[in-house]
């Protein structure tokens, strides 16, 4: 794609980005076929293609509209058209610099700029999610089911975290709302990384990885999240710890792009480096340790089991799309004896994205409406995934049982 970038956006770190991204488009439209939004609303503009062309417009100089940021707040992030793209344009880079050069420059109603500021707040904030998660779930009777739905379940902490001491030891990253919705994904991933005589060590300082507020557009916010993380993990990093293990996905992907982010800042560019590089999701952890997680859980697992339970694992965007990591959950579960059910079109979005559920409630309802659809074809007997906000936001549509996958292997051995 041909480019005319404004010589003062192209002196800029992110016009030069930016400028590489747009050329590196050939304009094909594969992406149309697996963007979720364009699926839904069939409007060009609201497919990756055709946020790019306004994107392209406004780098190149034109003034962006309400309309402009209609159609780049539609997009989940999903990243899905990544997966499909065979020129390999980066669009999430794309559309994270689109989207902080227009919410500098187009205002948003009052109403508008309450909400995302009180969810930045609210979501970021451990101890004030849960106080209002409490009150919600006192409150949630007397509210109209719209509300209540709106109102995530809460797990009842059903194991305790492990107390061994190994030599081999990893970081953990709570999260913000995973302690208080499902605490037990963490102590099931204690619990089986000692069985692989791992400890893992929880950094309780360290509660966002910076994924919300970046993604609310507010990026310079963002970095201090990031650098207060960096610098509450080194010293242990110093101190020898392996990997910082990642059970929500979505996280992950945030974390993996510290080093991205943080490239031209002269005191934490080697430091965000090193800690992508050293951030695994879950499952990678289990990839190299699999013969030990074979022997260890896997197949106690498996010989626990009258017959195959089936299973319904709905891969999270972040997992398939923003980490490329797609068939690794899926091959434990099998090895562990479970019948994985066929979810039809699996590539597409549950609607959760981060906090696109509470902006974007229409789309983000019809996107679980189908998915939820897809998924109970085959009649699974559990629904599990690797993402707090996608194991959520599906717990709002459905019946089945959903819990994270390490749930289901741990609580299988307990």
Same mark, same amino acid.
């Given at each position: ?101 227009v919410e500098k420059t187009v205002s948003r109603p009052i109403g508008e700029r309450v909400k995302r500021h009180a969810l930045e707040k609210i ?18 009777p007397a509210l109209p089911k719209v509300l209540q739905k709106k109102i995530p379940m809460v797990q009842k902490v059903v194991m305790k975290w ?28 204690? +619990? ?6 791992? $400890?893992? &060590?929880?950094? /309780?300082?360290?509660? *966002?990885?910076? !994924?919300? @507020? #970046?993604?609310?557009?507010?990026q310079t916010e963002s970095l201090v999240f990031i650098k207060q993380n960096i610098d509450a993990w080194w010293p242990l990093i110093e101190s ?92 434990? +579960? ?6 994985? $059910?066929? &979810?039809?079109? /699996?590539?597409?979005? *549950?609607?959760? !994205?981060? @906090? #696109? ?58």
């Amino acid at each position: 794609m041909k480019t005319n970038l404004e010589t003062a956006i192209l002196e800029t770190r992110e016009g030069k980005e930016a400028n590489d991204i747009l050329r590196s488009c050939v304009h094909c439209g594969f992406c149309t076929a697996t963007c979720p939004t364009y699926q839904l609303l069939g409007d060009e503009l609201d497919s990756p293609r055709g946020r790019i062309y306004l994107i392209k417009e406004l780098l190149e100089g034109q003034k962006p509209t309400e309309a402009t940021q209609t159609h780049l707040d539609r997009c989940l992030t999903c990243r899905s058209c990544e997966s499909t793209c065979p020129s390999g344009v980066q669009y999430g880079r794309l559309v994270d610099i689109g989207r902080n050069i227009v919410e500098k420059t187009v205002s948003r109603p009052i109403g508008e700029r309450v909400k995302r500021h009180a969810l930045e707040k609210i979501i970021t904030k451990r101890t004030i999610f849960r106080s209002l998660i409490t009150l919600g779930k006192i409150a949630k009777p007397a509210l109209p089911k719209v509300l209540q739905k709106k109102i995530p379940m809460v797990q009842k902490v059903v194991m305790k975290w492990p107390q061994s001491n190994h030599s081999r030891k990893m970081l953990f990253l709570d999260g913000c709302v995973q302690p208080v919705l499902a605490p037990n994904i963490n102590i099931s991933t204690a +619990l089986l990384l000692d069985r692989l005589k791992i $400890t893992l &060590i929880p950094t /309780s300082q360290v509660n *966002c990885c910076g !994924a919300v @507020t #970046y993604h609310l557009n507010k990026q310079t916010e963002s970095l201090v999240f990031i650098k207060q993380n960096i610098d509450a993990w080194w010293p242990l990093i110093e101190s020898g710890a392996e990997a910082i293990v990642i059970t929500a996905s979505g996280c992950g992907t945030m974390i993996k792009e510290y080093g991205h982010l943080l490239a031209e800042d002269p005191m934490y560019a080697h430091k965000a480096k090193v800690i992508s590089d050293m951030t695994k999701d879950l499952c990678e952890v289990f990839t190299d340790e699999f013969a030990l997680l074979k022997e260890k859980v896997l197949e106690p697992v498996k010989q626990k089991q009258s017959e195959p339970s089936r299973v319904a694992f709905h891969a999270p965007c972040s997992l398939q799309h923003g980490q490329q990591i797609k068939g690794v959950v899926e091959t434990f +579960l099998t090895s562990a004896g479970y019948t994985l $059910t066929t &979810i039809k079109d /699996s590539h597409l979005c *549950c609607g959760s !994205a981060g @906090t #696109y559920s509470l902006l974007q409630p229409d789309l983000s309802e019809k996107l679980l409406d189908s998915k939820i659809e897809n998924i109970e074809r085959e009649h699974p007997k559990l629904i599990v995934t690797a993402n707090i906000g996608c194991l959520t936001q599906l717990q709002g549509g459905t019946k089945t049982r959903v819990l994270h996958w390490a749930e289901l292997l741990e609580e299988a051995l307990a």
